[in-house]
């Protein structure tokens, strides 16, 4: 079956513009995550899904970041007024529902979003 | 912030020989994980590790976790080119939350040249 969709593949965006980001993840996988990769940099956490909502939104770096997900499904990560730190790899992965031990993530191949 | 610590940042090494690569980490954990990536791809994961497992093997690779020094290590024998890649660490930390936030290290670059 298909792996984890994300688009765009890249984004190229102005200062101050507001972008969105799409994570289509495997189908029957209620769990999903977005992580930040700088360049060179390992993976910073963003927001974590279980089915539509969020238990955990520590990782969101400002009130610009904001994220939703609808029918258990396809997610959308928004930065608005982007800035010029924003630029990064913005990956998306997915697993099936946490019972009784860790499931591996399944990542999407990113958006490469540079802000000028 | 990151919870593991690749080491080392980078690693050049000829094809046929063996890759070994440290990870540290600060807290306590449920599992760690060791994932790949190639350049302007996503992660793909390679090996689980349980806190009450000493040693893991898939193929090529050996993976040990020693929690009372909360390192970990990952060898890949006979490495090939199609090795080259990244390979991050993760850490499921043992929270009393329901679920454990998966913390990446900042990875190791892996060149095998044939």
């Known amino acids: 079956g298909a792996g984890v969709s994300q688009s765009p593949s890249n984004k190229v965006t102005e200062k101050g513009k507001d972008v969105e980001l799409r994570c289509d993840p495997i189908?029957?996988?209620?769990?999903l995550y977005w992580y930040r990769q700088s360049l060179g940099q390992g993976l910073e956490f963003l927001i974590y899904?279980?089915?539509?909502?969020?238990?955990?939104k520590s990782g969101l770096p400002s009130d610009r970041f904001s994220a939703e997900r609808t029918g258990g499904s396809v997610s959308t990560l928004t930065i608005q007024r982007t800035q010029q730190e924003d630029s990064a790899v913005y990956l998306c992965?997915?697993?099936?529902?946490?019972?009784?031990?860790?499931?591996?993530?399944?990542f999407g191949n990113g958006t490469r979003l540079t802000v000028t | 912030s990151q919870q593991g610590e690749e080491d080392p940042q980078a690693l050049s090494i000829q094809e046929g020989e063996n890759a070994t690569m440290n990870c540290s980490y600060k807290?306590?954990?449920?599992?760690l994980q060791w994932y790949r990536q190639n350049s302007g791809r996503g992660l793909v994961h390679l090996i689980l590790?349980?806190?009450?497992?000493r040693e893991k093997h898939s193929g090529r690779l050996r993976v040990t976790l020693d929690t009372s020094k909360k390192s970990s290590s990952l060898l890949i024998t006979a490495s090939r080119a199609a090795d080259t890649a990244s390979y991050f660490c993760?850490?499921?930390?043992?929270?009393?939350?329901?679920?454990?936030?998966?913390?990446f290290g900042a990875g190791t670059q892996v060149v095998v040249t044939p």
């Open positions: 899904f279980q089915g539509n909502s969020a238990p955990d």
């Open positions: 590790i349980r806190s009450n497992e």
């Open positions: 807290t306590s954990i449920n599992n």
């Open positions: 992965a997915s697993s099936q529902s946490r019972t009784g031990g860790f499931l591996p993530l399944h």
């Open positions: 189908s029957g996988h209620t769990a």
């Open positions: 993760a850490t499921d930390e043992r929270t009393t939350d329901s679920w454990g936030k998966l913390q």
